[in-house]
Nanobody, 127 residues
Framework: VQMVESGGGLVQAGVSLRLPCAASGRPWTNYAMAWFRQGPGKEREFVAGINWNGGRTAYTDSVKDRFTISRDNAKNTVDLQMNSLKPEDTAVYYC?????????????????????WGQGTQVTVSS
């Protein structure tokens, strides 16, 4: 089982960045996916989540209307499109997955709920 994020980098405030996450090692169709981030000196926090079929999404308030999470079950990928980036978005971004067959319509927002994690990709936004 492997999840690999990419797409991070150093960007200026106001630009857009897309973070892809590729999952492999098992069928991911029944898995809810999410993006978390951990800024310097901060705890890991929920950013966005998407249920098994993409029919439901959730976002933390600070990224609503700027970030969009999407998934492609045929490719086993989950992407985070980030627009209008701000310096406070600077963090290591992690994709995560959880088996959601017992609760397919609820987006979980805490780290213990997720079983599988990528290694993270650094996003740095300069002002």
């Amino acid at each position: 089982v492997q999840m690999v994020e990419s797409g991070g980098g150093l960007v200026q405030a106001g630009v857009s960045l897309r973070l892809p996450c590729a999952a492999s090692g098992r069928p991911w169709t029944n898995y809810a996916m999410a993006w978390f981030r951990q800024g310097p000196g901060k705890e890991r926090e929920f950013v966005a989540g998407i249920n098994w079929n993409g029919g439901r999404t959730a976002y933390t308030d600070s990224v609503k209307d700027r970030f969009t999470i999407s998934r492609d079950n045929a490719k086993n990928t989950v992407d985070l499109q980030m627009n209008s980036l701000k310096p406070e978005d600077t963090a290591v971004y992690y994709c995560a997955a959880r088996d959601s067959r017992g609760n397919p319509w609820t987006i979980m927002m805490t780290t213990p709920e997720y079983e599988f994690w990528g290694q993270g990709t650094q996003v740095t936004v300069s002002s």
